[in-house]
């Protein structure tokens, strides 16, 4: 089964500083992986998306992530945090294979973005 | 396109009141999908459909129910409303099989409050 583990609830940076926020995920078939990102009051929006294509999966505002198969990690990186980046992240994993198309998400990380 | 939109954004309910949830989307998609969001909980899946008439249970249903009459619209019912309920719901949406894209479309929540 498939499984999704965010390291730590909450990060906070300051701004310009790196952004780094943790995903493990367990997986018994290629793993399809997702960032997603939800501002204060507001529904998801995908970051970005591996797929099996390229390893370094560059995302909108300037977010991207590396799949590294050896240890089983999606983690989501952005070189220099905006006050605006301040918000909550969610990795998600798609369940299996087949016609379900489900989502597992991790419990997610809050960013906090100071000045 | 208006995407995947969700009526009412609030609302209140008396325990053992019942509502119905709105969702629909206009982008086509055959896969609809109801989460629920507690705060450190990540997003649980209720109830998702994988086309009009076709529904089946995700990972917390009990206390819902769901129905699929379009392609466009997928109903939460809530029959007797507890305080368990109380959460964000989140209605999504995609479209399978895209060999690219499995990505998940999410309308902008709907915050229920039971007392």
């Known amino acids: 089964a498939q499984s999704v583990t965010q390291l730590g609830s909450h990060v906070s940076v300051s701004e310009g500083a790196l952004v780094l926020l943790r995903c493990n995920y367990s997986?018994?078939?290629?793993?399809?992986l997702f960032w997603y990102v939800q501002y204060p009051n507001q529904g998801l929006q995908l970051l970005l998306k591996y797929t099996s294509a390229a390893t370094l999966v560059k995302g909108i505002n300037g977010f991207e992530a590396e799949f590294k198969k050896s240890e089983t990690s999606f983690h989501l990186t952005k070189p220099s945090a905006h006050m605006s980046d301040a918000a909550e992240y969610f990795c998600a994993v798609r369940q299996g294979s087949g016609g379900y198309n489900k989502l597992i998400f991790g419990a997610g990380t809050r960013l906090a973005v100071h000045p | 396109n208006a995407g995947v939109t969700q009526t009412p954004k609030f609302r209140i309910l008396k325990i053992g009141q019942s509502m119905t949830l709105q969702c629909a989307q206009d982008?086509?998609?055959?896969?609809m999908y109801w989460y629920r969001q507690d705060p450190g909980m990540g997003l649980k899946l209720i109830y998702y459909?994988?086309?009009?008439?076709?529904?089946d249970k995700g990972e917390v249903p009990n206390g819902y129910n769901v129905s699929r009459s379009t392609t466009e619209d997928f109903p939460l019912r809530l029959e007797l409303a507890a305080p368990s309920q109380t959460s964000v719901y989140f209605c999504?949406?995609?479209?399978?099989?895209?060999?690219?894209?499995?990505?998940?479309?999410f309308g902008p929540g709907t915050r229920l409050t039971v007392t």
């Open positions: 999504a949406s995609s479209y399978y099989p895209h060999t690219a894209d499995y990505e998940q479309y």
């Open positions: 997986s018994s078939v290629p793993p399809y």
């Open positions: 982008m086509n998609h055959n896969y």
């Open positions: 459909s994988v086309g009009a008439g076709i529904t």
